[in-house]
């Protein structure tokens, strides 16, 4: 029972993490209703597959999936240029599906070729603590926007659901450090729950829209036949290492919290890079957005004390099931979005313990100074940038520009390298 319930908190933390992302999306190319519920299922159903199947034969540790930022980016940026280079949104997602297809092929191509394993050995611990600042910086502005009932509809700050969410919030970490385990390993499932009584009878709840089908199956290839242009095959190229270098984050944060050590599985990356690239090709031909591992599983897993593999696996099982089921869908997208942010929130507090962790294990003091200082004052900078002083470069150096996390994160493993090499070459001269 309790490694079903185990399961079931994983369902929800991950529905409710993944959801925004295909309803933004879909408002962005004025898809109908039908074509917007397709996208969600697709979506979420490819999420449940994907950490399934990494759960299995992948990476094995119980990292979730979720629409990766840069996919999100790129399609974002994709839809701007509709009547540009593409005479329809249609034609648009036709491109990016294409695109999504090219990342699953190279993604395999690197693993096959054992590339994965050398781009693993980059993520020294100076590289791990300045990637994890920089995605809780990122996502910081999010969590208090949702948490203060900031939407693009309405751009005021709802009192009432601000004082909701520090409830919940407030509940969620009463719950983190209770010392009674049962209640510390169900804090996620048990503050949403009471969240969503709080905003329900605060008069706050969204309106679940109704179905007419208890049953329904995903789609494939719901925009038609996927399209390859030299710009979509360019763009997945430098996408897939960017989307590389967050999985491979992701899990070297998961072996830091799950206490193993990073030598103990020789082939979990290749295996890792196999799963992601068959991931990116169901989500090709599905048409849902990319997905990548979710670093915050790691502060997840550090709140609820849940290492056990088999209780992320019947989460991701109970993801795909309820995904085929329409009406329980609904009522689980309908949970209100402060809820999710304020529950979040306490998960990447977490993550900031792990990154400071990470600086126990460097040796050379003061390279990791001088790195992490150059790499996080560019890539906290460019947070601040607006998207419209880039939008007349090309969509891939957008897509980098805009994300002050791959550039920052890119930048520090230069500049590491740059003076590892350096020293090294020194020594040689001196000798």
């Known amino acids: 029972m309790k490694v079903v319930l185990s399961g079931l908190q994983w369902m929800i933390f991950m529905i409710a993490g993944a959801i925004a992302a295909p309803i933004a999306i879909a408002d962005l190319y004025n898809l109908t209703p039908i074509e917007t519920s397709g996208l969600i299922q697709s979506t979420i159903i490819t999420l449940g597959i994907a950490g399934f199947l990494q759960g299995l034969m992948g990476h094995k540790l119980p990292i979730h999936e979720g629409p990766a930022g840069l996919w999100w980016s790129i399609f974002t940026i994709y839809a701007s240029l509709v009547g540009v280079l593409y005479t329809s949104n249609i034609a648009a997602l036709q491109a990016l599906c294409g695109g999504m297809i090219i990342s699953g092929v190279l993604f395999i191509l690197l693993s096959a070729f054992k590339l994965m394993d050398k781009i693993a050995r980059l993520f020294t611990p100076t590289i791990t603590f300045i990637y994890l600042l920089l995605l ?3 996502l910081s502005g999010s969590f208090m926007k949702g948490m203060m ?6 751009t005021m700050v709802d009192g009432k659901v601000l004082l909701l969410s520090v409830i919940v919030i407030g509940i969620t970490f009463w719950l983190g450090n209770s010392p009674y385990a049962l209640l510390q390993q169900f804090s996620i499932i048990i503050s949403i729950l ?3 009584l709080l905003f329900m009878i605060g008069g706050n709840m969204p309106v679940i829209s109704q179905v007419d089908t208890l049953f329904k199956l995903p789609e494939m290839l719901p925009f038609g036949r996927p399209r390859f242009d030299s710009g979509t095959i360019t763009t997945a190229f430098l996408l897939t290492l960017l989307l590389i270098t967050n999985a491979i984050a992701s899990i070297r944060l998961m072996e830091t919290v799950m206490k193993q050590k990073q030598s103990m599985d020789n082939r979990r990356y290749l295996r890792a890079g196999f799963t992601s690239g068959i991931t990116q090709l169901i989500c090709g031909c599905l048409g849902a957005i990319g997905s990548v591992p979710i670093s915050g599983a790691a502060g997840y897993v550090e709140q609820t004390g849940m290492r056990e593999r088999i209780s992320f696996l019947i989460g991701c099982s109970l993801v795909i099931c309820i ?3 329409p009406p329980i869908m609904n009522v689980i997208a309908g949970i209100p979005a402060p809820i999710g942010y304020a529950v979040t929130f306490v998960v990447f507090v977490k ?4 990154s400071l962790k990470e600086l126990k294990k460097v040796i050379h003091e003061e390279r990791t100074y001088m790195v992490s200082g150059v790499s996080l004052l560019v890539g906290v900078g460019l947070m601040f940038i607006p998207s419209s002083a880039t939008i007349q470069l090309s969509p891939i150096v957008i897509a980098i520009l805009n994300n002050g996390l791959i550039c920052g994160s890119l930048l520090a493993i230069s500049l590491e390298q740059g003076l590892i090499w350096k020293e090294k070459h020194w020594s040689k001269l001196k000798q």
């Open 136 to 138: 809780i910086f990122q």
């Open 149 to 154: 009932g900031i939407t693009s509809s309405h």
């Open 194 to 196: 009471i969240g969503w």
């Open 323 to 325: 995904s085929l089921l």
């Open 351 to 354: 993550m900031v313990g792990i």
